[in-house]
Structure formats: C-alpha cells, structure tokens
C-alpha cells in the first residue's frame, strides 16, 4: 500500500498533475482515497520528502517541491561537501542503467507510454518558455521516469529508484539556465526519436550523449575510456 500511494503521487507529480508549489489533498483526504490507514500514508509522504519531491511542513501540510535557484553553479565542490558517494561513481551508474533502458524501452514501448513520453517534451518546452525551474526539473524527471518504466524491468526500476534522490541537485544545477535547458530538451527530442522509430542502437547511443554532455556541461572533468565502459559506437565498431 505504501509503495502504491508513494507511485501514483509520484507519477502525478512528475507528470505535472500536480505543479511545483502545490498543496497535497490532506491525509484524511489521502486515506480515503487510498483505503489506507494513516500511518501507511505519512510513510508515504515521509518517502516522498526524502527523494525530495514534496516538502512537509508542519501545521501546514505537504507541497510539492518549488525549487529555487541554486545557491552555486559549480557541481563537484557542491556535490563532494553533500554526498560521500564520488560524482563519477554516480555517472558510472547512470551509463549502466539508462542507456540501456532507453534501448529497451524502444523495443518494449506500447502506445501509452509513448504519448506519456512525448508529453514530458511538452512540459519541458513550456516549462522553459514560462521560466519555471521546478517545471523543467519534473518534466526532466517525468521523462527518464518514463524510459525506465517502458523498459519493462521491474528490477531496473527498484535499481533506478535506488539513485533518484540523487538527481534532484544535479537536475537544479542543470535546468537553471533556460539555455540548458534548450540543449536538454533537444537531447530528449532525439532519444524520443530514436524510441518511437523502434530504433534501439540509436536509443542508447542518444541517451548515452546526452549523459556525457551533461556532466561536460557542469564542467565535470573526466576520460570517458577512463569510466570502465564503451559508448555504443565503440562497442559497434569492436563487434564489425
């Protein structure tokens, strides 16, 4: 029940049913909903403060994340002060999972999923013609949330759920400038491609750039040969 109220909030909040700033219904209302008892309903909301996607505050309620602008552009002094786990371990995991989820995801897709993932562009693109940054980081979330999920692996998303709280900071960083944005947008928009033509090699390769360009973008300084993996071209080109 908790992992039930923890994803379709999740889901409503990534896809922009409910907005950056927004009051969550109370937990009285939340219980009815639910058919739940209110303590699976504050350990859902409890789950849900700490990947960051609502604020509790007390007397009040709950409220979706408004994110502000953040307090520093440089990501790896910021990132090394907040987290013991190193920034590249984290890229590292990144290229394991999403790459290949995106490549999974184009050959797994239904319909549904498809029209989910298209919207999050959308979002995305209206988010940054209205300057909204909480809009652009749940749009950004609401589309990497979309190709795990149509990727159609119940363990790569408990694995990916392991890591989410993870991106919020980075994601800030990332979606501050409308400018970056612009460039995450373009990047989704070609990975979608990819997805909706079934074309999986170039599902990967496309999230696989996008990854890498990020983290150059934060001026994270790293050899990609260095990371312990191969893009896909290189692994195409080994294979030939």
């Not at 007397?59 to 502000?68: E, K, L």
């Not at 953040?70 to 371990?89: A, G, M, R």
């Not at 979330?141 to 119940?154: S, W």
């Not at 709280?165 to 491609?193: N, Q």
Request: glycine share 6%; net charge neutral; aromatic share 6%.
């Amino acid at each position: 029940m908790v992992e039930r109220i923890v994803e379709e909030l999740a889901n409503e909040i990534r896809m922009g049913v409910l907005k950056p700033g927004d009051k969550l219904p109370s937990e009285r209302k939340l219980c009815g909903r639910f058919g739940a008892s209110r303590n699976s309903v504050r350990e859902a909301l409890r789950i849900l403060s700490s990947r960051r996607m609502i604020q509790i505050q007390m007397g009040r309620g709950s409220f979706v994340t408004d994110f502000s602008a953040p307090e520093t552009n440089s990501l790896l002094p910021f990132w090394e002060q907040h987290h013991e786990v190193p920034f590249l371990s984290l890229l590292e995991v990144r290229l394991f999972i999403e790459p290949q989820a995106a490549a999974l995801a184009a050959s797994r897709i239904d319909k549904a999923s498809l029209a989910q993932l298209e919207r999050t562009l959308r979002q995305l693109e209206e988010n940054i013609d209205k300057d909204s940054l909480g809009g652009r980081i749940f749009a950004d979330i609401a589309f990497h949330d979309c190709l795990i999920r149509a990727a159609d692996n119940p363990l790569l998303v408990s694995i990916y759920r392991g890591i989410e709280p993870m991106l919020f900071e980075i994601r800030r960083m990332g979606l501050w400038s409308k400018e970056r944005s612009a460039k995450v947008l373009k990047a989704h928009g070609e990975i979608y491609h990819a997805v909706a033509t079934g074309d999986s090699p170039a599902a990967g390769r496309a999230m696989w750039d996008h990854i890498l360009e990020f983290a150059k973008d934060m001026e994270v300084s790293f050899d990609s040969r260095m990371l312990g993996l191969l893009p896909h071209s290189s692994i195409e080109k080994a294979e030939q």
